[in-house]
């Protein structure tokens, strides 16, 4: 077992349920006007934004590291009434990606803790959008300090630090939105924080 399966491995296996079940907010909101087609999801984790995307109508491929994820996420598809809709792959997208073609990609929070080749991943899921398809990318762009570790604020990257590695060709991408926004929460002891979310949008062209 590689590291980096390892770790995901322990953080789902450390709890029952690790996130909430619900959709996540801007993949809803921007993809609910849509007409559905073939969907993409890196990173699915339980599977909730899956579930929420065959549930309007789509075919989707949900890609996570961890089996005990995955196992999960096909369990709430199966629930959900909607496991024919959705294929569930284990893949390390350092070393693997899923096959086919898809009119929308989402990388929802796609971070690690662990020195992964997440622009390489990314690079290769525009690669995997069809023309007229979609690629969305929503990152924290800031966490409240209790999520800190050591006291410390994440390392995560920029807006413009992803569109660079990114490096699509603007002739053959149009840039819809790549936008900063705030997102109401809660911290453990139940007082309210806001969390900064990257929005970034692109379509094929």
């Known amino acids: 077992m590689s590291e980096t399966v390892e770790f995901w491995e322990q953080h789902y296996g450390a709890k029952d349920r690790v996130w909430s079940g619900r959709v996540n907010l801007?993949?809803?909101e921007i993809v609910e006007p849509l007409r559905p087609g073939r969907?993409?999801?890196l990173g699915c984790g339980e599977g909730a934004d899956a579930i929420w995307l065959a549930r309007h109508g789509?075919?989707?491929?949900?890609?996570?590291?961890?089996?005990?994820?995955?196992e999960r996420a096909a369990q709430d598809a199966a629930a959900a009434g909607v496991a024919q809709r959705i294929r569930f792959e284990q893949h390390d997208l350092s070393e693997t990606f899923p096959e086919g073609?898809?009119?929308?990609v989402s990388a929802q929070f796609f971070h690690s803790p662990l020195d992964v080749d997440r622009n390489g991943a990314l690079r290769r899921a525009a690669g995997a959008v069809v023309p007229g398809g979609l690629l969305l990318i929503v990152d924290h762009g800031a966490t409240p300090e209790w999520t800190w570790?050591?006291?410390?604020?994440?390392?995560?990257?920029?807006?413009?630090?992803?569109?660079?590695?990114l490096d699509l060709d603007l002739q053959q991408w149009e840039r819809l939105r790549a936008d900063e926004v705030e997102r109401?929460?809660?911290?453990?002891?139940?007082?309210?924080?806001?969390?900064l979310?990257?929005?970034?949008?692109?379509?094929?062209r």
Do not use: C, Y
């Open 197 to 204: 979310d990257n929005v970034i949008l692109m379509r094929r």
């Open 39 to 41: 969907a993409l999801d």
């Open 184 to 195: 109401a929460g809660q911290s453990p002891d139940g007082q309210p924080v806001t969390w």
């Open 101 to 104: 073609r898809f009119d929308l």
């Open 149 to 165: 570790k050591d006291g410390h604020p994440h390392d995560l990257p920029s807006m413009a630090e992803v569109l660079a590695a």
């Open 26 to 28: 801007r993949l809803a």
């Open 58 to 70: 789509w075919q989707v491929v949900g890609v996570d590291i961890s089996r005990t994820a995955l």
